[in-house]
């Protein structure tokens, strides 16, 4: 039995990956870590983004970010030092990975660690709105 979605209706044309992707972070939202994605517009029209991340006990090198096909994927992995020997153990060494799907037109400026907080920056530049005749061919 085929599946019926909002993507597919047919005045929606060539949004199939969309609906991919889409799927694809339905599937992987869990809870952690958790994040904050704040809003701001400057005087030119640009929007800003942050997504702030909670990555507390990851070094740099433990964590990536990837922008890749409208999407921006962070993990994080944390290696197990055996060396350490815990008498309490309530801070797990965790793997993550978490996606976010981004509009066409947005870029990642950059990706800062700080107080066990990761802020990734994106920005979309105010679009210019453009409208062309086409003409009619008659065969």
Do not use: C, W
């Not at 006990?57 to 815990?86: H, W, Y």
């Not at 153990?89 to 870029?107: C, K, N, T, V």
């Amino acid at each position: 039995m085929s599946r019926v979605s909002l993507f597919s209706a047919p005045f929606l044309l060539g949004f199939d990956s969309f609906e991919e992707r889409v799927d694809r972070l339905a599937k992987s939202a869990d809870g952690y870590p958790p994040y904050n994605i704040e809003r701001s517009l400057d005087e030119a029209g640009t929007e800003h983004f942050l997504i702030s991340i909670a990555v507390a006990g990851f070094a740099a090198s433990e964590l990536e970010v990837v922008s890749e096909d409208n999407q921006i994927v962070v993990r994080g992995r944390q290696k197990d030092d055996a060396s350490r020997q815990f008498l309490h153990r309530g801070i797990a060494a965790r793997q993550f990975q978490r996606a976010f799907l981004l509009a066409d037109g947005m870029m990642v400026k950059d990706a800062s660690l700080g107080h066990g907080m990761l802020v990734i920056a994106i920005e979309r530049p105010q679009a210019v709105k453009t409208a062309r005749r086409i003409d009619i061919r008659s065969l």
